[in-house]
């Protein structure tokens, strides 16, 4: 049976067109994926998923503008001057963009640039991972690059998205000191929305209590959340197999009853949906994180998310 289901473009199809509303791409428009050098655009697949989102009136998210993994693996970009890479840059927002304006609702502008303790603290106060945009542009690059990405989509929604940014902690008040900083400029940065990953350990996770708290704070300085790659991992949980999915079904429940109960929660969209194709057996090793089985079929946690919803 499994290997039928594999080559059943139909089964996914179906599936992933009635349980689900709004679409994101999980690899095809990072920059190495869909630009992997000057002149060469790979719209390929990304043109597929937005077609496949329009034909079933989904709405999409673009992931991710900027961002240090997934970069041309060739070092196009690392052999610029500091100005062509500016330039680059803007190119690479304003042709992506520009390409997709009004098909691709929401944009991930701007992930994971922020490390608790990371290698620059900015003058604004938040605490900056190393990359290569950071290094060629300095540390306005982010304000810089939502400025571009406004120009070039002016009614796309835009979002800051980070890991480990959930509850309340270091991270989430770097996050939330970000915000505030683009709204407070002379002239304030459109920036929308925060993105929670949230790719989850069901044996120890962010208190519910806490998100919330952290979501209405952000709600705060006007902005929306969402959360954006939820996936639970079982593998640390102690018990049977069917007990840990019974805590898997839980945790789906208590976290996306954060966003069900809040109004300034917008979305939540999860990181695939059969156990079958999941990003976590190859980056944190082989686990059951998601809603379907290897089957295609409900798992607990499906009923969790559904019963959040149904609320
Ligand atoms: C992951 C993809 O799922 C993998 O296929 C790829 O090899 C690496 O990236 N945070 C993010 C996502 O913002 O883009 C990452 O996606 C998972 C972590």
Excluded at 10 to 38: D, M, R
Excluded at 69 to 83: K, V
Excluded at 283 to 297: A, H, N, S
């Amino acid at each position: 049976i499994s290997n039928k289901i594999s080559d059943d473009f139909s089964t996914y199809e179906k599936l992933l067109s009635t349980q689900f509303s709004y679409l994101t791409p999980e690899n095809a428009a990072k920059w190495g994926p869909v630009h992997p050098h000057e002149d060469t655009w790979n719209f390929g697949p990304l043109d597929k998923i937005v077609d496949f989102a329009e034909q079933h009136g989904m709405e999409v998210k673009g992931h991710a503008l900027i961002w240090f993994m997934q970069l041309p693996q060739n070092d196009y970009l690392e052999n610029l001057s500091d100005q062509e890479f500016s330039e680059a840059v803007k190119n690479h927002i304003f042709t992506l963009m520009g390409r997709y304006k009004g098909r691709i609702q929401a944009w991930d502008v701007v992930n994971e640039a922020i490390v608790v303790n990371g290698a620059h603290e900015a003058d604004y106060g938040v605490s900056l991972r190393d990359n290569i945009f950071l290094q060629k542009m300095g540390e306005d690059y982010i304000e810089q690059v939502y400025r571009w990405a406004h120009q070039a989509d002016p009614k796309a929604k835009l979002i800051y998205n980070d890991f480990g940014n959930e509850g309340l902690g270091e991270k989430s008040d770097q996050v939330y000191k970000l915000i505030a900083h683009l709204k407070s400029r002379k002239q304030p940065v459109a920036i929308h929305e925060v993105g929670m990953q949230m790719h989850l350990d069901a044996s120890s996770y962010a208190n519910p209590a806490d998100i919330v708290a952290n979501m209405r704070r952000l709600e705060d300085l006007g902005v929306t959340v969402n959360i954006s790659e939820l996936d639970v991992q079982l593998k640390n949980l102690s018990g049977s197999q069917a007990q840990k999915l019974a805590k898997q079904k839980q945790v789906y429940f208590d976290i996306v009853s954060t966003c069900v109960h809040e109004p300034a929660c917008t979305a939540v969209t999860f990181w695939g949906f059969t156990d079958r194709h999941s990003w976590i057996d190859s980056w944190m090793g082989p686990d059951d994180p998601l809603l379907f089985d290897e089957d295609i079929l409900p798992k607990p946690a499906y009923y969790g998310v559904r019963n959040a919803f149904l609320q």
